[in-house]
């Protein structure tokens, strides 16, 4: 499959069928903590979009030929998915197609304009991600194109939330020494308070990130900071605990889709692609071809694809 990625367990939507809808790294974003590795360019406007008839054609072959279990579809995107230009059509459409609820991650960076708000109220369920609130952190830990403006974000945030019919999950993701200090916290607070999420999903670096310096939150620092944004907030579960002993048939290809859009640990793949052998198996084979890597984060190993693979 070229856009499809899953059903992955993901930490907040139980099973997501993912949908990529543009190249690698086509994002207006350079985040210290991003899992695809730094940006060697950011985009604006994305150079390229697949076109949506492509995308959705895919959406339908694997609805009626594979008939594979997934509780929502998740618009995402190596890169940012609102920079794609038919979105819209996209959502509209594979709603149609699925009838599951469609969910759009996004990093919130276009939520200024009133087109993409009006687009992104369509989704069921939007995931954006505020991890900043002044320009010097967000410069610090989105590492931005320089068109974009976080008090403008921010409006634009709290306008979508009282536009949108369905639900608002608004995501902060900690790093340690760059945005979990009192003031940035206070400040995140205040404006996360404006924008009125439904759920406040704090998380923090649980893949091997773009830099070696953007390290994890402790546990114990993640529960005070849970408290202190108050009962709407939850920590984002890491979905290895979440999963049962997944099932069907492994594919090295499904194993490389998956692979190419994130890194996962070996639970993490044998909740999705089965037993325990099997899985150690392709992936020793994997690791033989040289076309996957293995990367070391707090201890635990992750999978992932080597560039160009
Ligand atoms: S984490 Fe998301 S927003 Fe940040 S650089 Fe990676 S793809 Fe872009």
Not at 36 to 48: D, E, H, I, Q
Not at 230 to 244: C, L, S
Request: with cysteine; aromatic share 8%; net charge positive.
């Amino acid at each position: 499959m070229k856009y499809l990625f899953g059903p992955v367990p993901s930490r907040r939507l139980g099973y997501s069928l993912g949908v990529d809808i543009l190249p690698a790294k086509t994002c207006n974003m350079n985040c210290i903590y991003c899992e695809l590795g730094p940006s060697k360019v950011t985009y604006y406007k994305a150079p390229f979009c697949p076109p949506s008839g492509e995308i959705l054609s895919e959406i339908e072959e694997f609805c009626f030929l594979h008939r594979r279990h997934f509780d929502c579809l998740t618009f995402t995107a190596s890169g940012e998915p609102t920079l794609h230009e038919e979105l819209g059509v996209l959502l509209a459409e594979s709603k149609k197609i699925t009838g599951r609820p469609v969910t759009v991650l996004t990093n919130s960076s276009t939520v200024t304009s009133k087109q993409t708000r009006n687009i992104l109220s369509m989704a069921d369920i939007v995931l954006p991600s505020l991890d900043a609130v002044t320009p010097m952190t967000f410069r610090k830990i989105n590492r931005p194109h320089p068109g974009l403006d976080i008090y403008a974000i921010i409006d634009g945030l709290s306008r979508l939330r009282r536009e949108m019919a369905g639900k608002m999950w608004l995501e902060i993701l900690l790093v340690r020494g760059i945005n979990d200090g009192a003031d940035e916290l206070l400040a995140l607070r205040d404006a996360v308070n404006r924008i009125n999420p439904h759920k406040i999903q704090l998380n923090t670096v649980a893949r091997p990130p773009a830099e070696d310096y953007a390290k994890p939150v402790g546990s114990k620092k993640m529960r005070e900071i849970l408290s202190f944004f108050g009962e709407k907030a939850e920590i984002v579960i890491d979905f290895e605990a979440q999963m049962g002993s997944g099932s069907g048939l492994i594919l090295e290809s499904e194993i490389m889709d998956t692979l190419r859009r994130r890194p996962l640990s070996f639970r993490d793949m044998e909740g999705l692609f089965g037993r325990y052998e099997k899985t150690q198996k392709i992936l020793s084979h994997l690791i033989d071809k040289g076309m996957i890597e293995e990367k070391k984060l707090k201890g635990r190993t992750f999978y992932a694809a080597l560039n160009n693979k």
